[in-house]
């Protein structure tokens, strides 16, 4: 119940195209999910973050899908970039649960250029 | 403005052997967190710090410690090192009553 899946393991896109992310959960006292993107030697950086309360959020290029009934939610990367390239975690998090994230098992992205 | 800062970067250790990982926290952050990401996985929580107390803990052993200072750094140990302990450790920091943390760039920690 504690887990977050998160889909492809990995994923080549061309440079201007949609990348998708896909992450399911099954804790419905999760209200916090955000998605972390990591370069290699780094630490974890907050990219986006969203609540219940909306379907869906934009900034920039970057945008998160929810569905609430679903326990799914995805993230959208809109003309994507070579420097996109990383590894890109989704998390959860309840307010039950003092901010302790729990992460998807990470997707890492190429995109050609 | 300095983000969490970890330190050592690289460390290398011997099975059985006891290791201190340290961090400080981005300025204003008052709650550090501690992660263990392995190879080619997501990072899982060990413990959180708020008030110099411990305030939760993930699936790990009595092994794993920490502590933090006044000053809000805070410190992790791992005592009796296993090869399986080989991992990033992140420090991530954040204020109590708010989402959203700033990760370090963690320590690899090494065990041979």
């Known amino acids: 119940q504690q887990q977050v899946k998160q889909s492809p393991q990995s994923l080549i896109v061309q440079k201007g195209g949609i990348s998708i992310i896909n992450c399911a959960y099954e804790?419905?006292?999760?209200?916090?999910f955000p998605w972390y993107q990591q370069f290699p030697g780094k630490g974890p950086a907050l990219l986006i973050a969203i609540r219940p309360d909306v379907s869906e959020k934009k900034e920039g290029r970057f945008t998160i899908s929810f569905n609430k009934s679903a326990k799914q939610f995805s993230l959208h990367i809109m003309d994507s970039q070579p420097g996109d390239s990383a590894t890109y975690f989704c998390a959860a998090s309840g307010s039950n649960q003092g901010g302790k994230l729990i992460f998807g098992q990470g997707t890492e992205l190429s995109v050609k250029p | 403005d300095a983000g969490v800062t970890q330190s050592p970067t690289h460390l290398i250790k011997t099975r059985g052997q006891q290791v201190t990982l340290r961090c400080s926290p981005k300025?204003?952050?008052?709650?550090v967190s501690w992660y263990q990401q392995a190879l080619g996985q997501g990072p899982q929580f060990i413990f959180q710090?708020?008030?110099?107390?411990?305030?939760q803990r993930g699936n790990f052993p009595d092994r794993f410690s920490g502590h933090q200072f006044p000053n809000y750094s805070s410190e992790l140990n791992v005592n009796a090192l296993l090869l399986g302990d080989s991992a990033l450790y992140l420090c991530?920091?954040?204020?109590?009553?708010?989402?959203?943390?700033?990760f370090g760039s963690g320590t690899r920690l090494t065990v041979v």
């Open positions: 300025s204003g952050h008052d709650t």
């Open positions: 804790n419905t006292a999760f209200d916090y």
């Open positions: 991530a920091s954040s204020t109590w009553d708010r989402d959203g943390y700033t």
């Open positions: 710090y708020y008030e110099e107390e411990e305030r």
